[in-house]
């Protein structure tokens, strides 16, 4: 189902756990929908020192969080903001399309975690979070994943 | 397999997924490809040869359940089993009346079938269950109306195990005369069935869960009952079913009923002892762990837990990776953005039903097996929880 | 077989019925079924192999009829494939219209779809056919009305091997912005088919008609049309058809489509041959012989006859003591009351429908085959004849 | 399908042709049916002395008509009035379920060459001939037999 460098990120996960002292902290998505990330960030002259995550979820899920830190670390806050779930997913060799829709909200959580350091730190932002994603999960091009037995 | 570099054996407990056509089961199909290869209708040897041989398959899946052969139906499956039985009464009945009745819990099969009826105009009461996915015959009861004219509520569950009473149900039904399908795909072979003591009037088999080939069902119709056949075309399975047999399969699928049959007995009580002490196993060795379904009222081979704060697509993956295959109830694995709809109803949160993991045992299994299961499931649940953000585990 | 003493020689000559699963087929099915046994649902390496061979013949599939393979559905045959497009369409499009439109020579699996749906509230136009069983596209398209919303003609005629103008009458429905069914359960694989280039927008398929396994067909969709459901359950084949994938089934009939595909061209030269040989044979040999079907629009392996003053079965079951295997339209075969609709349909008495005789060529058919039914053939004619209380022969 | 009795009837055929100056000619079913029959009959003393059968149909109408020359030759005419269909199929060891109900008219052939030769004799007769046999055949509790390919 999952690409080799999705399952390399699934099985050997990248920056798990929580940065000591964090500067910025996101979680995004919940428990109930069947996915939670939650990011922790430490910030230097504008850029990611360094980064972690804890995530609730599926393959994708932890794997999408893991290789978001990967790609964001070092960046510059207004380099990192623009990572998109959807680069998230292209760095990993394409997602199932099933798993488009969902499990997919790494870049969301990072966008979070600075958003919250820019509150932190009293700077204004405009930076918006969907915090609805999941309602728009479309399975028109689904393939066929079900649970039938 | 290649994505399992560090298993150290292959253990499937994906039983209620499919099971391998085991080796009798091939051997009686293998003639039936290129030497018999007749079509059943032709009016020739090589016909009359393939006739003889659904003829016997008959016999064997109808003497599973103590029917006679001539209330066997073969279909391509469970889900067509289902869908004949539950169109297939509601329209015939339709001047009868409007009313259907059902279980929360159904398998998709049964429970979008009865929806798309609803879609057509009929009313259908989904009946709840209790914690343990038990249906109250007596909440059956009240459920009837003047104007109920088919109750289906499925004898083994799927998920979790739990055996409905059905003998009770079908008393209530013919009581009111009203006409009785069950889904037995999960418990047949597994739990002796008789269709008469059962009071069951439409009964679903499928072929695949009982070492028997995939594409291959049955419907049981007690002698009397009137369907509208759902496949039309020509005059096959006394007109209720078209299509050209599937000579091999249904053949396969007779041998597999004989086999179950045989077995059943012995094969449970082994089932029985293996899933006890998985389920205990397991309760034993990983804290924040609920077993779901009946704790007695059990199909020997079902083993369904939640493990709190995972996710069951995450599990399964690493179990994969360790050799075992096993299921879950997460949203991630259905195809839909629910968690399964019957760890709901019997009251699991979203977050529980996610974390759920179904291990169903079969002929393969072996003690050594669980032993296996029980060294690789912990430390996979540690990992995870140390890598979740919810849960004592995460230090949050 | 025990009832053919004296055959001297065993030939199947009823491939329109039924194909033997060829060697290549059965090898390509054989680890599906206990090695590699998985639900194409699961997660796990088990069900991942079985999505990975079921996506391997869907492209297979879709090459044979130049269509891309999530143009794909698999289905249980023929004839539910024919269902599916029939009823499918007729209930996605009832908002658009209530007129449909068919043949009077469509196999009963078409054939009783739209009479059960005329039963229903649809109007439904059969149109006539000519003396050579050929459907004329400008009836079809003066059968057109405002309210029309599905077309379904056949193309190759599975008694009497007409070929029928599809490509003519997908065109004229295209225009008239009506969906386009074909049934091609006898022509695929015996008459190259490209799905665009001949408008057709549904077209149904049969493994087992093409040495692959019973049980598994297939309805090519093309990308946009919207189909009802007929079958509900789990979300398989894009959630347009519920139930376990038969793997071994699909993976088998794949193989037989790229089979098919490769030697085309020149088995159907050498069946054209064959056929020619046998129809020029029996007519030469046999007085009062009629061919049924077109001289020339004709399936390369299709060869109908009446035999007059005779009726079918009784040569059939001569034939079949000879070792010959063969089919007739007669009621007597049929299961009703009439002999074949499409022979009525092209204008043949009861009585000469009652005499006819369908030889169907196959892979395994050698001139010498063509010989042996030429030599029994004649002398069971002259026998019944002598039998038979009409015609010249009986003397009276 | 047809079991060996029937199948020896029907390749083996007895009294197959045309009694020579026969008493009673009985002919029943047309072939727009699918089935007919033509027994000829010789009388002596009352009693059948010789009996021919020719017929146009299926298996089961050949050997019914095989059978039922057999079983009435050398039967007093009353005797033979008494023989009927399901005797006939019942001396052939049954019939296929969809049989019964056709391509079994047998007895009724010798029937229809009785009342022949008492109506050639002047003689009064009640005997009744099923003609519309066909239109009764059931299908209820039919075998699955049918033309699908
Ligand atoms: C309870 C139940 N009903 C119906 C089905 C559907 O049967 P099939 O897979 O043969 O379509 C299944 C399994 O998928 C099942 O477990
Ligand atoms: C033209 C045609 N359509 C449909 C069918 C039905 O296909 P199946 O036998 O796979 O149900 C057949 C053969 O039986 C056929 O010849």
Known sequence: ?149 | MSSQPNARRQVYLDHSATTPVRPEVLAAMLPYFAGKFGNASSVHSWGYEAREAINDAREKVASLIEAAPNEILFTSGGTESDNLAIRGVARARKSKGNHLITSQIEHHAVLHTFEALQKEGFDVTFVPCDKYGLIDPDGVRKAIRKDTILISVMHGQNEVGTIEPVKEIGAIAREHGVLFHTDAVQSVGKVPINVNDMNIDLLTLSSHKIYGPKGVGALYVKRGVRLTPQLTGGAHERRMRAGTENVPGIVGFGEACRLAKAELPEESRRLTKLRDKLIEGILRQIPDVILNGHPVLRLPHNVNVSIKYLEGESILLNLDRMGVAASSGSACTSGSLEPSHVLLAMGLTHETAHGSLRFALGMSNTEEDIDYVLEVLPPIVEKLRAMSPIGPGSGL
Do not use: W
């Open chain 1, 1 to 149: 189902m999952y690409n080799d460098k999705v399952m390399d990120h699934f099985f050997n996960p990248r920056n798990v756990g929580e940065v000591e002292n964090p500067d910025g902290v996101g979680q995004v998505g919940n428990p109930i929908c069947g996915d939670m990330m939650r990011i922790t960030l430490k910030i230097k002259d504008n850029r990611i020192e360094d980064i972690k995550f804890r995530t609730f979820g599926c393959g994708a899920a932890i794997a999408t969080s893991s290789m978001v830190t990967e790609l964001v670390k070092g960046l510059t806050l207004e380099e990192a903001l623009e990572v998109s779930n959807k680069h998230v997913a292209e760095a990993l060799g394409g997602l199932p399309p099933q798993k488009l829709h969902c499990s997919n909200l790494a870049a969301d959580a990072v966008r979070a975690a600075i958003k919250d350091y820019y509150e932190k730190q009293g700077i204004g932002t405009d930076i918006e979070i969907d915090e609805d994603h999941h309602h728009d999960r479309g399975h028109e091009e689904e393939e066929n994943i079900a649970h039938n037995e």
